[in-house]
């Protein structure tokens, strides 16, 4: 049972880019999943959530800017994140949640770096 996030790296201010979490050993379509960031010194932040049915919530600092969706086919959700400012750097990481139908318990992808130079 892991997820694996991928898609981080270096670019602009302006720029875009677009995260990963990829699952594995659990359905992931039975369980909501979100993205989270951690910049050094700081507390983790939340970012983004969908829920197994395509809803969706964002953070404040991401609204306008980012969107989650996932494609359970490829068990897989995505967060396009436009617009970055150095403000989002920071190492981002997917959870997915426990749920009645879903994983027994909190999954964490290992985190991938996302790094915004003005």
């Known amino acids: 049972v892991q997820l694996q996030a991928s898609g981080g790296g270096s670019v602009q201010t302006g720029e875009y880019l677009r995260l990963s979490c990829a699952a594995s050993?659990?359905?992931?379509?039975?369980?909501?999943v979100a993205w989270y960031r951690q910049a050094p010194g700081n507390q983790r932040e939340f970012v983004a959530r969908?829920?197994?049915?395509?809803?969706?919530r964002y953070g404040e600092s991401v609204k306008g800017r980012f969107t989650i969706s996932r494609d359970n086919t490829k068990a897989t959700v995505y967060l396009q994140m436009n617009s970055l400012e150095p403000e989002d750097t920071a190492v981002y990481y997917c959870?997915?949640?426990?749920?009645?139908?879903?994983?027994?318990?909190?999954?964490w992808g290992q985190g991938t770096q996302v790094t915004v130079s003005s």
């Open positions: 959870n997915a949640e426990p749920g009645p139908s879903g994983v027994s318990r909190n999954v």
């Open positions: 969908i829920n197994n049915s395509g809803g969706t």
């Open positions: 050993g659990f359905n992931l379509q039975f369980s909501a």
